[in-house]
């Protein structure tokens, strides 16, 4: 079993930063594969980041590239995100999630085995 904590959420002002935070439990965390998903109120999840079990791959959705960076540390079982130049449309839950493929570096949802609770991100304008 698989646990995803998700840190690091809350109010910031556009063109501000905040940097989210995900912790997974387990022992072979450096074999899965991480992902960054968010939903906006009224909208459906959509894709926002991801790496492979490495690190060493990474794909963004056009909507944040240039903006945000994922990354992890394997060492202490933590992946991140890195928001900067935040805006409002921004503003969404944000929940990472976890792939036993460690190579996949991707946007599909039913390829994440495991997902956290969330973390709210609102974005002022």
């Known amino acids: 079993q698989v646990q995803l904590v998700e840190s690091g959420g809350g109010l910031a002002q556009a063109g501000g930063s905040l940097r989210l935070s995900c912790a997974a439990s387990g022992r072979t965390f450096s074999s899965y594969a991480m992902g960054w998903f968010r939903q906006a109120p009224g909208k459906e999840r959509e894709f926002v980041a991801a790496?492979?079990?490495?690190?060493?791959?990474?794909k963004y959705a056009d909507s944040v590239k240039g903006r945000f960076t994922i990354s992890r540390d394997n060492a202490k079982n933590l992946v991140y995100l890195q928001m900067n130049t935040l805006k409002p449309e921004d503003t969404a839950v944000y929940y990472c999630?976890?792939?036993?493929?460690?190579?996949?570096?991707?946007?599909?949802?039913?390829?994440?085995?495991?997902w956290g609770q969330g973390t709210q991100v609102i974005v002022s304008s």
């Open positions: 999630a976890l792939s036993f493929r460690g190579s996949y570096v991707g946007a599909i949802s039913r390829e994440y085995d495991y």
């Open positions: 790496s492979n079990c490495s690190g060493g791959s990474t």
